[in-house]
């Protein structure tokens, strides 16, 4: 239906109608039309018995002549014949394609339609000699208000109409001068004027129709036009996500092997004036890394991925704690950081590691784009809820870019001058996050003066809090010292630079090591005699080996080794069934402050 689509286009850019022609519609949709034409014109046909009974009734009040009599009980049967007809038309509604429906049952309707004018056309040649005036008056007066108030010409189907116009009053009129001799040339005149009308009301009665079909033809093919964009959208928005989960492994290892040889340079660097470029790098790549994880965060939460475990949270030792992990990062910045609490309980029920990311991510992008001055948290009752803010005295936002600060990559210029290593991915995980907490949030700022970012979570009374102390307990950004370890440490990971990073950066710690790339190798250093206080286990490995299972086994063959699952991967159903046994599981790219921790907890201090 190209021809409709240009119409379309032609509504569209003019905003007048198009001229439509019946042509212009679907089968379907002409047979719809068939349907309303006769649906109004069988109304008539079927009620035409009871009419022509009360005529042939009067007219044998006056005549013995049984003429009208005859054409009423025909009419009767006709009518019959026109119930069994309507019968056969719903059986092929049911059976038929729209394009044969219209082909078969047009023509049998309009001779149905001109049969019918037929009919109501003969009775005053039949009765012309015969009958008194006022009978003869009575039944045009009748044939009239059938032609008027029927509603047959107020339908589509214009050609139905006009079959039953030309045989049921055109016919008339032709034979008045003989049906009324005394008074034909003024109800001729008349008469034919009724029926001009009847004629251009019927036509623009069909117009109406083709009109309403098409618009809602068009408006059925721009929403199948819109169902199958959404649909695009959604299959490539679902492509992307699986994309990014699936080749979450591979995609973090690179990022995993940098940040480990950055530490391994860091530490064995002896020429002071090169110290301000690792620092600098060192600083790049945890910007690269907070991106990353934000991209991968966002394609989680956006799959699926993340399901909601809410439980009941303090929130002013939850704030305090999220707080603090930016209070050495702020004072780098030589930022203020405050946080402003009230002094009564405050209680929701939220998932703690949600609730912790939205508050990171908000602390983040401030301390990113506040360049003097500080940031402040704070925490009010509003109505039935709590209220968190978050406000700088950073750059601020435009007014016409608030509204899109939380979709997913967008950056206003200020923002890209003063921070280029961003992508606009840190507010749009607020959002996801903030949506399965079923909180509400949003933002106020002006240009130049800060802003404000806020999210509010619905208050709970009467529950327990968790202890959330160890879940948002601070934790250096920067090594306190470079002391080595003394230890001996099992890797396996099947990705050979990664593998390389690992023991640059544990030789740099002081670390004895050994690097197994499957679980065959792994085994072989324990069976040569090397007894590992520490195993990390990367869970996907090229050798189609479970990482988690072979991380079990040799945990077994080293009962008095500590270890920790590894892995870029965040829906594997091994790497949850660790977390669920207890186990420590790391993720790519690891957080090396993190690491140099959980190594002097297992460790021994050279």
């Not at 299959?235 to 992307?240: I, Q, S, T």
């Not at 002071?272 to 989680?300: A, Q, R, V």
């Not at 601020?396 to 206003?412: C, K, L, M, N």
């Not at 590992?532 to 988690?548: A, K, W, Y």
């Amino acid at each position: 239906m190209d021809h409709v689509s240009n119409k379309a286009n032609i509504t569209a850019r003019t905003g007048a109608a198009p001229k439509l022609m019946l042509n212009d519609l679907s089968m379907a949709g002409r047979t719809r039309l068939l349907e309303i034409a006769y649906s109004r014109f069988r109304f008539g046909l079927f009620a035409m018995p009871l009419v022509a009974s009360m005529f042939a009734w009067y007219y044998q009040q006056d005549s013995s002549d049984q003429r009208v009599l005859i054409w009423a009980l025909s009419y009767c049967v006709i009518s019959a014949l026109a119930w069994l007809q309507y019968k056969v038309y719903k059986l092929d509604m049911q059976r038929l394609t729209p394009e044969n429906m219209f082909s078969t049952w047009l023509p049998r309707i309009e001779t149905t339609a001109f049969l019918h004018g037929l009919g109501l056309a003969l009775v005053l040649p039949l009765v012309a000699q015969t009958a008194s005036t006022e009978f003869k008056y009575l039944y045009l007066v009748t044939l009239t208000a059938i032609m008027a108030g029927s509603g047959i010409d107020q339908s589509p189907m214009v050609s139905v109409f006009h079959r039953f116009l030309i045989s049921g009053w055109h016919l008339t009129v032709l034979m008045m001068p003989w049906s009324f001799p005394d008074h034909w040339h003024y109800l001729m005149p008349l008469a034919a004027i009724f029926g001009a009308m009847k004629y251009w009301n019927s036509a623009g009665s069909d117009n109406f129709f083709i009109q309403l079909v098409w618009h809602e033809e068009e408006g059925n093919r721009l929403v199948k036009v819109y169902q199958a964009a959404n649909q695009e959208a959604v299959r490539a928005l679902n492509d992307k996500n699986l994309f990014l989960t699936t080749a979450s492994h591979d995609l973090r290892q690179p990022v995993h092997a940098m940040s480990m040889l950055v530490e391994s340079i860091r530490l064995r660097n002896r020429d002071k004036s090169i110290e301000p470029l690792i620092t600098d790098l060192k600083s790049s790549m945890n910007s690269m890394s907070h991106m990353f994880n934000s991209l991968l965060d966002l394609s989680k939460l956006e799959a699926g991925f993340t399901q909601p475990k809410a439980e009941a949270l303090d929130l002013k030792t939850y704030l305090r704690g999220v707080v603090d992990l930016f209070r050495e990062q702020a004072a780098l910045h030589e930022l203020r950081l405050q946080l402003w609490l009230p002094k009564c309980d405050a209680v929701v029920f939220a998932d703690p590691a949600l609730l912790k990311q939205v508050l990171a991510n908000l602390l983040h992008n401030a301390l990113r784009y506040t360049q003097s001055g500080g940031i402040l948290v704070g925490l009010r009752r509003r109505d039935t809820g709590w209220k968190i803010e978050v406000w700088d005295t950073g750059v601020g936002i435009a007014t016409q870019d608030q509204h899109q600060v939380f979709g997913p990559y967008f950056r206003s210029e200020l923002a890209w001058r003063l921070d280029s290593a961003g992508h606009g991915l840190g507010l749009a995980v607020v959002a996801r996050c903030a949506n399965l907490l079923k909180a509400t949030y949003g933002v106020s700022s002006r240009l130049g003066q800060g802003s404000c970012f806020w999210f509010q979570l619905a208050a709970k009374t009467g529950l327990e809090p968790v202890n959330t102390t160890a879940a948002c307990a601070p934790v250096n950004t920067e090594f306190q010292n470079d002391q080595p370890l003394r230890g001996n440490c099992l890797v396996l990971d099947d990705d050979v630079r990664v593998i390389a990073a690992w023991a640059a950066m544990l030789k740099g710690w002081g670390i004895e090591g050994r690097y197994a790339v499957n679980a065959k190798q792994a085994f072989a250093y324990i069976d040569a005699g090397f007894i590992p206080h520490v195993i990390f286990c990367d869970q996907r490995l090229s050798s189609g080996e479970s990482g988690f299972d072979v991380f079990l086994a040799l945990l077994q063959r080293c009962p008095n080794a500590s270890g920790a699952m590894v892995s870029g991967e965040f829906n594997s159903p091994e790497l949850l069934e660790a977390k669920d046994a207890g186990y420590l599981v790391l993720r790519k790219p690891v957080d090396l402050i993190e690491l140099r921790a959980i190594l002097e907890t297992w460790l021994v201090k050279g």
